[in-house]
């Protein structure tokens, strides 16, 4: 077996950060590589230097045993590199000829469009090319991805955690296709954070911690515990524990039907109940109605029809976001850093935000600003907020996991009766998100309605008292934990 | 009656033609997501360089050349602002027009350009002149530059995802570059036609805010050429109404008929807001810089 791609020894720093330490890292054609690591622990930096983003500040990459400098996308492309990005880079307006015409330039539309039908049928799928590639589902942009490489003549071809966007049984069909890619000779690197996908699909795994490989293995012999172990350092395993004591219903949805952005389905019909002293998870694949059910929740879309109680205040549905917050809604929102904070403020008024408004530093004319430092001082320490330099610092410059202990130390701080929370842990590393998922609990058992959405089903079913699946917009079951994953997993692909 | 149509007919092109070549140029720009607000300085380059160009004894088309210059070289510092140093487009696009404004009113008086007549374009058939059997020929090629050429993908893939267009190795800044250089050529031109053809002498306001009623265009269009053109005539229809309704002798009040193309315009623009489906039709990436992720 050869070595298609070599990288040697790798380092790269951002501004004083080591990113990568000496890596050493090889693809060969005809197998499976899986990366695996933490955020943060440098598997995307190593790719960007593979594709020819980042140029390495010490060591080097070879291509067929020939030390090469890749200086950009495009001299990637030409060197057979292909990478599939995580985050589409599809132009939605395009039609799918045109996005891979756009990759694949010089070439005439005839012969694009003949070598991506071709190879479309040896991968066992089928396209047209002239549907608009923003009316595809993400599985179908994906394919379209995967073919705009290989119609480049990628022979060494990157995926960047490729499940992530994908439902259970697409994610199948996936690793199926890139199984193919592999026997039809190319060298497959497959980034990723989940252990069975490494574990079932991959020839070889490589481990990255803190910007070091810490271990090149074989499937052969590894579990998920120890690969656990590799990859965070230390065993954090969480165990689920169900509520102790359940009290009134809190928070209250009745048919609640709201129309989604364009061509989304949006909600229709959405019932359920929260009690005080349980959390509720709303199960489903990203996409079926989880951003509208949030906007609703948090009064910031109104819906169509339906009400939404909330215990002693009657219906809030038509209610803005400021009455529901004052009369004890938190909120922990999908996008931390475009809903949760203002990244370009520092730590001190984000966190003072809330109390602002309700006038707990000073009233109209001036800002107590001592009182709110105070505040968020002891807020920090309290939420064990790590990676403030000053308070003064601006909040976008916090680490994933720290801006969410913010975000968190400021909706927690009244006590809310009622929170929501929206994929709290994603982009969290394993230990980040353990300390999210504690808060949460904590606030159940002093005796707040949870409501937990997030499209992460072992999240959902770690915290979850009694679990809700929305698919296609709708609640079409709902199960008490503890529940089996399989049948929840049914339930949110299930087409009834 | 008749003489009155005829008129008004054969006026329309003239005055169609100005905002269809710079309603081309901004849907240029536009498609590689460059929000341009300067349109109005582009044309007064244009304008002027027209007229001084004829003063100084060039031929009309030569002259429309120097239009053509001057509105790239005004572009080239658009380009500069907006798509390297990545200031923001609307301000450097309004910037930009009180500039020109300035620049132009010195350059004429210091030159003694002012209300002197030009010969200017002659017609050449049907009493139009060569220009306006320009402008059709001119938007099938927009059209193809946009649709059939890979720099016409590359362009507008900038303007929809420019993350995108970099994964795919296309360079953004030097698109956006030449996007507005080429659509600033073809602004001024439209600056140009007005002294050239239309005015055929120089008043500080001659281009009278056409800059503007030609942005309105665009969204009105919807960043499609041959409904740009087609908005064009319909405002051509009536700002060649004007001067025949007051030669006529009716009882219009001078200053109200003068306001009826800012009024079509304001009309223009709620009724594509009302319609609502233009969001989608806008480039998606308009306005927006392109500065790629140093980390994730």
């Known amino acids: 077996?050869?070595?298609?791609?070599?990288?040697?020894?790798?380092?790269?720093?951002?501004?004083?950060?080591?990113?990568?330490?000496?890596?050493?890292?090889?693809?060969?054609?005809?197998?499976?590589?899986?990366?695996?690591?933490?955020?943060?622990?440098?598997?995307?930096?190593?790719?960007?230097?593979?594709?020819?983003?980042?140029?390495?500040?010490?060591?080097?990459?070879?291509?067929?045993?020939?030390?090469?400098?890749?200086?950009?996308?495009?001299?990637?492309?030409?060197?057979?590199?292909?990478?599939?990005?995580?985050?589409?880079?599809?132009?939605?307006?395009?039609?799918?000829?045109?996005?891979?015409?756009?990759?694949?330039?010089?070439?005439?539309?005839?012969?694009?469009?003949?070598?991506?039908?071709?190879?479309?049928r040896q991968m066992g799928f089928e396209i047209s090319l002239s549907d608009k590639a923003g009316t595809l589902g993400v599985a179908e942009q994906q394919r379209i991805e995967i073919l705009k490489v290989l119609v480049a003549g990628a022979r060494i071809i990157i995926l960047d955690e490729p499940t992530a966007v994908l439902s259970p049984e697409e994610g199948r069909m996936l690793m199926g296709l890139v199984r193919k890619l592999a026997e039809a000779g190319s060298a497959v690197i497959l980034v990723t954070h989940k252990l069975h996908e490494a574990l079932h699909h991959s020839d070889r795994i490589t481990v990255m911690r803190g910007g070091r490989k810490i271990s090149e293995t074989t499937p052969e012999g590894m579990d998920p515990a120890s690969l656990t172990t590799l990859i965070v350092g230390e065993q954090i395993i969480e165990k689920p524990q169900l509520s102790k004591a359940v009290g009134p219903i809190e928070v209250e949805l009745e048919n609640v039907t709201l129309g989604g952005e364009a061509g989304r389905k949006g909600l229709?019909?959405?019932?359920?109940?929260?009690?005080?002293?349980?959390?509720?998870?709303?199960?489903?694949?990203?996409?079926?109605?989880?951003?509208?059910?949030?906007?609703?929740?948090?009064?910031?879309?109104?819906?169509?029809?339906?009400?939404?109680?909330?215990?002693?205040?009657?219906?809030?549905?038509?209610?803005?976001?400021?009455?529901?917050?004052?009369?004890?809604?938190?909120?922990?929102?999908?996008?931390?850093?475009?809903?949760?904070?203002?990244?370009?403020?520092?730590?001190?008024?984000?966190?003072?935000?809330?109390?602002?408004?309700?006038?707990?530093?000073?009233?109209?004319?001036?800002?107590?600003?001592?009182?709110?430092?105070?505040?968020?001082?002891?807020?920090?320490?309290?939420?064990?907020?790590q990676g403030v330099r000053s308070l003064g610092q601006r909040a976008g410059l916090l680490s994933g996991g720290n801006a969410q202990k913010l975000v968190i130390a400021r909706e927690f701080e009244g006590a809310p009766r009622v929170v929501l929370a929206h994929s709290p842990s994603r982009g969290l590393d394993v230990r980040a998100g353990a300390a999210v998922h504690e808060r949460l609990r904590a606030a159940r058992d002093r005796g707040a309605a949870v409501i937990l959405i997030s499209d992460d089903l072992d999240e959902i079913m770690l915290l979850s008292d009694r679990i809700g699946v929305l698919n296609s917009g709708r609640l079409t079951r709902e199960f008490k934990a503890p529940a089996e994953r399989g049948d929840i997993g049914a339930a949110m692909v299930s087409h009834e | 009656m008749s003489d009155f149509l005829l008129n008004w007919l054969i006026n329309i092109p003239g005055f169609a033609a100005p905002f269809a070549l710079a309603a081309l140029g901004l849907i240029i720009t536009e498609r590689a997501g460059v929000l341009n607000l300067g349109a109005e300085g582009f044309m007064l380059v244009g304008a002027l360089a027209g007229v001084g160009a004829m003063l100084n004894g060039s031929a009309p088309l030569l002259a429309l050349g120097g239009s053509v210059v001057a509105g790239m070289l005004l572009g080239l510092l658009f380009a500069v602002m907006v798509a390297s140093l990545r200031i923001n487009h609307v301000i450097s696009g309004l910037a930009l027009v009180f500039f020109a404004q300035a620049l132009v009113s010195f350059i004429a008086s210091a030159e003694r350009w002012n209300n002197k007549a030009i010969a200017g374009l002659e017609p050449v058939f049907l009493g139009q002149d060569v220009v306006i059997f320009a402008v059709p020929l001119l938007t099938l090629a927009v059209l193809w530059l946009l649709n059939k050429t890979r720099f016409g993908l590359s362009l507008r893939a900038v303007g929809e995802n420019p993350g995108a267009a970099d994964a795919a190795g296309i360079d953004v800044t030097a698109m956006r570059f030449a996007a507005i250089v080429i659509g600033a050529g073809l602004i001024g031109l439209a600056g140009g036609y007005l002294t050239v053809a239309v005015a055929r002498i120089w008043v500080d306001t001659v281009v009278g805010g056409r800059g503007w009623i030609a942005i309105a265009l665009v969204i009105f269009a919807r960043w499609h050429p041959w409904r740009a053109v087609l908005g064009a005539v319909l405002f051509g229809c009536i700002e060649a109404l004007i001067p025949r309704i007051a030669a006529t002798g009716a009882d219009v009040p001078r200053y109200f008929l003068q306001m009826t193309p800012y009024l079509a315009t304001l009309g223009v623009m709620i009724w594509a807001a009302l319609r609502g489906s233009d969001r989608w039709a806008q480039p998606a990436a308009l306005g927006q810089h392109h500065i790629r992720e140093e980390r994730d």
């Open chain 1, 268 to 385: 229709v019909d959405v019932s359920f109940r929260v009690r005080r002293g349980e959390i509720y998870g709303v199960a489903g694949v990203s996409g079926n109605g989880q951003n509208e059910l949030s906007a609703a929740i948090m009064g910031l879309s109104f819906p169509s029809s339906g009400r939404i109680g909330m215990n002693g205040l009657g219906d809030v549905s038509k209610r803005g976001p400021g009455y529901r917050r004052r009369h004890g809604l938190g909120c922990i929102p999908v996008d931390r850093y475009s809903h949760g904070l203002a990244g370009r403020i520092s730590v001190t008024d984000n966190y003072a935000v809330n109390g602002a408004m309700a006038g707990a530093y000073g009233g109209w004319g001036f800002f107590k600003r001592g009182l709110a430092q105070a505040a968020a001082r002891e807020a920090v320490a309290a939420y064990d907020v």
């Open chain 1, 1 to 120: 077996m050869t070595d298609t791609l070599t990288l040697s020894s790798v380092s790269k720093s951002f501004g004083g950060f080591r990113a990568l330490d000496t890596v050493d890292f090889v693809a060969r054609a005809g197998e499976v590589h899986a990366l695996l690591g933490e955020n943060g622990a440098g598997k995307s930096t190593l790719m960007n230097i593979a594709c020819g983003l980042y140029a390495p500040d010490e060591g080097h990459v070879a291509i067929d045993g020939k030390t090469v400098r890749i200086s950009g996308a495009r001299d990637a492309a030409a060197r057979g590199i292909g990478m599939v990005h995580q985050h589409f880079k599809l132009v939605p307006a395009f039609s799918v000829l045109e996005n891979i015409m756009l990759f694949n330039p010089g070439r005439s539309p005839a012969e694009v469009a003949g070598k991506a039908q071709d190879l479309a």
